[in-house]
């Protein structure tokens, strides 16, 4: 284990910047199940620093920066990333994500590689994926041939 001893065995934590971050909060709990840990006010209603869980995995939350080229999707001209997380049923899953508004790109589908999942946008344009795909599995498989 790391020098620095964790509370979750996450070890990568992608963080998102969103123009309204109280909103993206209180959104990804309600339509995608994260869970607020930690969240240090800012000025004038922002969010200096959040930590969100989903299970084992952690996203950090904050209020974009555009001093510091910290922008929210809204600000990119295109995506530059998507968040992909293992959900055991991403059929009840993306029940939720609907209900609670979030925009579908892509309906629960199964694909060739074995996974089930579907696709969506939060309010501020993150692209996520929601599906059974763990990482990792076809690296166990080339240990044993």
Not at 7 to 17: E, G, K, R, V
Not at 34 to 63: N, S, Y
Request: aromatic share 12%; proline share 10%; charged share 25%.
């Amino acid at each position: 284990m790391a020098a620095n001893d964790s509370s979750t065995p996450a070890n990568i934590y992608p963080c998102l910047f969103y123009d309204d971050a109280p909103a993206a909060i209180r959104w990804l709990e309600r339509a995608f199940g994260f869970t607020p840990r930690l969240v240090v006010p800012g000025p004038e209603g922002t969010v200096k620093h959040a930590e969100m869980t989903f299970g084992p995995g952690v996203i950090m939350v904050g209020t974009a920066r555009p001093d510091e080229q910290w922008l929210s999707p809204r600000g990119l001209p295109g995506v530059n990333q998507s968040l992909c997380v293992q959900v055991d049923d991403p059929d009840a899953h993306y029940a939720r994500a609907k209900s609670a508004g979030a925009t579908i790109t892509q309906e629960p589908r199964d694909t060739d590689y074995g996974s089930r999942g579907y696709m969506a946008k939060d309010p501020e344009g993150n692209h996520w994926y929601f599906g059974t795909y763990r990482p990792g599995r076809y690296w166990e498989s080339e240990k044993r041939d």
